[in-house]
Protein backbone atom coordinates (compact mmCIF):
# COMPACT_ATOMS: atom_id res chain seq x y z
CA UNK A 1 0.00 0.00 0.00
CA UNK A 2 0.92 3.54 -0.36
CA UNK A 3 3.32 5.03 2.59
CA UNK A 4 3.97 8.32 3.35
CA UNK A 5 7.82 9.21 4.99
CA UNK A 6 7.55 12.22 7.38
CA UNK A 7 10.58 13.40 9.53
CA UNK A 8 11.91 14.49 11.33
CA UNK A 9 10.01 12.02 13.85
CA UNK A 10 10.65 14.79 16.60
CA UNK A 11 12.16 18.55 17.30
CA UNK A 12 12.92 20.21 20.03
CA UNK A 13 13.42 24.42 19.86
CA UNK A 14 13.58 27.44 21.27
CA UNK A 15 10.71 29.48 21.04
CA UNK A 16 10.95 32.33 18.11
CA UNK A 17 13.10 29.35 15.74
CA UNK A 18 11.57 28.36 12.97
CA UNK A 19 10.36 24.66 11.98
CA UNK A 20 10.52 22.45 8.79
CA UNK A 21 8.79 19.17 8.35
CA UNK A 22 8.46 17.30 5.36
CA UNK A 23 6.57 14.20 3.90
CA UNK A 24 7.79 12.19 0.45
CA UNK A 25 6.03 9.29 -1.18
CA UNK A 26 6.46 7.13 -3.53
CA UNK A 27 3.22 7.74 -5.01
CA UNK A 28 1.18 10.89 -6.58
CA UNK A 29 -1.47 12.35 -4.38
CA UNK A 30 -4.20 14.73 -5.57
CA UNK A 31 -4.15 16.30 -2.22
CA UNK A 32 -1.58 17.26 0.75
CA UNK A 33 -3.22 17.84 3.74
CA UNK A 34 -1.58 18.98 7.10
CA UNK A 35 -2.96 18.37 10.18
CA UNK A 36 -1.85 19.50 13.85
CA UNK A 37 -2.71 16.70 16.96
CA UNK A 38 -3.17 18.23 20.58
CA UNK A 39 -2.55 15.39 23.52
CA UNK A 40 -5.93 13.56 24.21
CA UNK A 41 -7.67 15.27 20.64
CA UNK A 42 -8.14 14.44 17.38
CA UNK A 43 -6.22 15.79 14.63
CA UNK A 44 -7.07 19.73 12.95
CA UNK A 45 -6.67 20.45 10.01
CA UNK A 46 -4.22 23.32 9.53
CA UNK A 47 -3.75 23.58 5.75
CA UNK A 48 -4.91 21.71 2.60
CA UNK A 49 -3.26 21.51 -0.59
CA UNK A 50 -5.05 21.11 -3.65
CA UNK A 51 -2.46 21.88 -7.06
CA UNK A 52 1.31 20.60 -7.59
CA UNK A 53 3.46 23.96 -6.66
CA UNK A 54 0.84 25.39 -4.59
CA UNK A 55 2.28 26.75 -1.47
CA UNK A 56 -0.30 28.57 1.49
CA UNK A 57 -0.33 30.36 4.31
CA UNK A 58 -2.05 29.77 7.39
CA UNK A 59 -0.48 32.70 9.72
CA UNK A 60 2.90 31.82 10.54
CA UNK A 61 2.46 28.67 8.99
CA UNK A 62 3.08 27.54 5.31
CA UNK A 63 2.97 25.00 3.11
CA UNK A 64 3.90 23.39 -0.59
CA UNK A 65 2.94 20.81 -2.92
CA UNK A 66 5.39 19.07 -4.30
CA UNK A 67 5.38 20.11 -8.12
CA UNK A 68 5.98 15.51 -8.61
CA UNK A 69 3.12 15.54 -6.22
CA UNK A 70 4.83 12.87 -4.27
CA UNK A 71 6.19 15.80 -1.48
CA UNK A 72 4.78 18.23 0.84
CA UNK A 73 6.58 20.55 3.44
CA UNK A 74 5.36 22.41 6.45
CA UNK A 75 6.88 24.88 7.88
CA UNK A 76 6.32 26.83 11.18
CA UNK A 77 7.64 30.62 11.61
CA UNK A 78 8.59 32.21 15.24
CA UNK A 79 7.70 29.52 16.93
CA UNK A 80 4.93 29.30 20.48
CA UNK A 81 5.23 27.06 22.76
CA UNK A 82 1.16 26.57 21.89
CA UNK A 83 2.95 25.30 18.37
CA UNK A 84 3.89 21.77 20.81
CA UNK A 85 1.90 19.10 19.79
CA UNK A 86 2.29 16.55 17.13
CA UNK A 87 2.20 17.46 13.19
CA UNK A 88 0.67 15.12 10.87
CA UNK A 89 0.88 14.51 6.89
CA UNK A 90 -1.57 12.95 5.20
CA UNK A 91 -1.87 12.48 1.10
CA UNK A 92 -5.18 11.79 -0.27
CA UNK A 93 -5.49 9.62 -3.87
CA UNK A 94 -8.25 7.75 -5.34
CA UNK A 95 -8.81 4.49 -3.74
CA UNK A 96 -8.45 1.92 -6.76
CA UNK A 97 -11.87 1.48 -8.48
CA UNK A 98 -12.16 4.97 -7.45
CA UNK A 99 -15.15 4.50 -4.96
CA UNK A 100 -13.79 6.71 -2.03
CA UNK A 101 -10.64 8.91 -1.84
CA UNK A 102 -8.27 7.17 0.50
CA UNK A 103 -6.22 9.47 3.09
CA UNK A 104 -2.85 7.95 3.97
CA UNK A 105 -1.16 9.70 7.23
CA UNK A 106 2.97 10.18 7.85
CA UNK A 107 3.69 8.95 11.68
CA UNK A 108 3.65 12.20 12.39
CA UNK A 109 6.60 14.72 13.58
CA UNK A 110 6.27 16.22 17.84
CA UNK A 111 7.20 19.17 18.08
CA UNK A 112 8.62 20.88 21.68
CA UNK A 113 8.86 24.00 22.34
CA UNK A 114 11.24 25.26 25.31
CA UNK A 115 10.18 28.98 26.60
CA UNK B 1 -14.04 22.42 18.41
CA UNK B 2 -14.43 20.51 14.43
CA UNK B 3 -18.19 19.96 14.58
CA UNK B 4 -17.70 16.52 15.55
CA UNK B 5 -18.40 15.11 18.91
CA UNK B 6 -17.29 11.57 20.29
CA UNK B 7 -18.69 9.87 23.09
CA UNK B 8 -17.41 8.79 25.38
CA UNK B 9 -14.08 10.53 25.62
CA UNK B 10 -12.20 7.75 27.33
CA UNK B 11 -13.71 3.91 27.49
CA UNK B 12 -11.85 0.75 30.10
CA UNK B 13 -13.57 -2.51 29.22
CA UNK B 14 -12.57 -6.30 29.81
CA UNK B 15 -12.68 -8.48 27.08
CA UNK B 16 -16.12 -9.98 27.52
CA UNK B 17 -17.62 -6.22 27.85
CA UNK B 18 -19.70 -4.77 24.65
CA UNK B 19 -19.39 -1.28 24.32
CA UNK B 20 -20.30 1.24 21.94
CA UNK B 21 -18.26 4.37 20.81
CA UNK B 22 -20.60 7.06 19.29
CA UNK B 23 -19.78 9.60 17.16
CA UNK B 24 -22.05 12.76 15.81
CA UNK B 25 -20.96 15.35 13.03
CA UNK B 26 -22.81 18.23 13.19
CA UNK B 27 -21.41 20.02 9.86
CA UNK B 28 -23.89 18.56 7.28
CA UNK B 29 -21.78 16.18 5.71
CA UNK B 30 -22.16 12.86 3.84
CA UNK B 31 -19.33 10.77 4.71
CA UNK B 32 -18.35 9.35 8.11
CA UNK B 33 -15.29 7.16 8.67
CA UNK B 34 -13.51 5.60 12.12
CA UNK B 35 -9.50 5.24 12.54
CA UNK B 36 -7.48 3.68 15.11
CA UNK B 37 -4.78 5.75 16.23
CA UNK B 38 -2.33 3.55 18.16
CA UNK B 39 1.22 4.72 19.74
CA UNK B 40 4.03 5.24 16.62
CA UNK B 41 2.33 4.46 14.30
CA UNK B 42 0.13 5.88 11.60
CA UNK B 43 -3.75 5.97 11.97
CA UNK B 44 -5.09 3.63 10.70
CA UNK B 45 -8.66 3.60 8.80
CA UNK B 46 -11.23 1.18 9.20
CA UNK B 47 -14.35 2.28 7.81
CA UNK B 48 -16.14 4.56 5.78
CA UNK B 49 -19.62 5.22 5.03
CA UNK B 50 -20.91 7.17 2.10
CA UNK B 51 -24.58 8.20 2.49
CA UNK B 52 -25.17 5.81 5.46
CA UNK B 53 -23.74 3.16 2.71
CA UNK B 54 -20.45 1.00 3.96
CA UNK B 55 -18.19 1.69 0.76
CA UNK B 56 -15.04 0.39 2.75
CA UNK B 57 -14.04 -2.18 5.44
CA UNK B 58 -10.07 -1.95 5.40
CA UNK B 59 -9.87 -5.63 6.82
CA UNK B 60 -11.23 -4.87 10.38
CA UNK B 61 -11.99 -7.95 12.49
CA UNK B 62 -15.29 -8.45 13.56
CA UNK B 63 -15.06 -7.75 16.91
CA UNK B 64 -15.29 -4.36 15.72
CA UNK B 65 -18.91 -3.49 14.23
CA UNK B 66 -19.93 -0.22 13.28
CA UNK B 67 -23.38 0.95 12.20
CA UNK B 68 -24.49 4.10 10.74
CA UNK B 69 -28.14 5.11 10.89
CA UNK B 70 -28.01 8.02 9.31
CA UNK B 71 -25.74 10.58 7.69
CA UNK B 72 -24.98 12.32 10.83
CA UNK B 73 -24.57 9.65 13.31
CA UNK B 74 -21.91 7.06 13.15
CA UNK B 75 -21.16 4.30 15.44
CA UNK B 76 -18.67 1.83 16.56
CA UNK B 77 -19.83 -1.56 18.74
CA UNK B 78 -17.24 -3.27 20.27
CA UNK B 79 -17.43 -7.20 21.55
CA UNK B 80 -15.10 -9.74 22.94
CA UNK B 81 -11.53 -6.93 22.30
CA UNK B 82 -8.18 -7.86 22.76
CA UNK B 83 -5.14 -5.80 24.47
CA UNK B 84 -4.07 -4.98 21.78
CA UNK B 85 -7.08 -2.73 20.30
CA UNK B 86 -6.24 -0.37 22.78
CA UNK B 87 -5.60 2.58 21.19
CA UNK B 88 -7.55 5.86 20.41
CA UNK B 89 -10.11 5.89 18.15
CA UNK B 90 -11.11 8.84 16.00
CA UNK B 91 -14.01 9.77 13.98
CA UNK B 92 -13.69 12.04 11.13
CA UNK B 93 -16.73 13.51 7.98
CA UNK B 94 -16.61 14.79 4.97
CA UNK B 95 -19.04 16.97 2.93
CA UNK B 96 -18.04 14.44 -0.13
CA UNK B 97 -16.07 11.16 0.36
CA UNK B 98 -13.39 13.29 -2.02
CA UNK B 99 -13.30 16.27 0.18
CA UNK B 100 -11.26 17.34 3.52
CA UNK B 101 -11.98 15.40 6.13
CA UNK B 102 -12.75 16.83 10.31
CA UNK B 103 -12.03 14.92 13.08
CA UNK B 104 -13.29 14.35 15.88
CA UNK B 105 -11.66 14.49 19.90
CA UNK B 106 -11.03 10.50 19.69
CA UNK B 107 -12.58 8.04 22.12
CA UNK B 108 -9.08 6.32 24.25
CA UNK B 109 -9.94 3.47 24.88
CA UNK B 110 -8.59 0.32 27.37
CA UNK B 111 -8.96 -3.15 27.14
CA UNK B 112 -7.87 -5.35 29.93
Known amino acids: GQQLNQSPQSMFIQEGEDVSMNCTSS?????WLWYKQDPGEGPVLLIALYKAGELTSNGRLTAQFGITRKDSFLNISASIPSDVGIYFC???????????????FGKGTLLTVNP | ETGVTQTPRHLVMGMTNKKSLKCEQHLGHNAMYWYKQSAKKPLELMFV???????ENNSVPSRFSPECPNSSHLFLHLHTLQPEDSALYLC???????????FGPGTRLLVL
Open chain 2, 92 to 102: ASSRGWEETQY
Open chain 2, 49 to 55: YNFKEQT
Open chain 1, 90 to 104: AGQSPNSGGSNYKLT
Open chain 1, 27 to 31: SIFNT
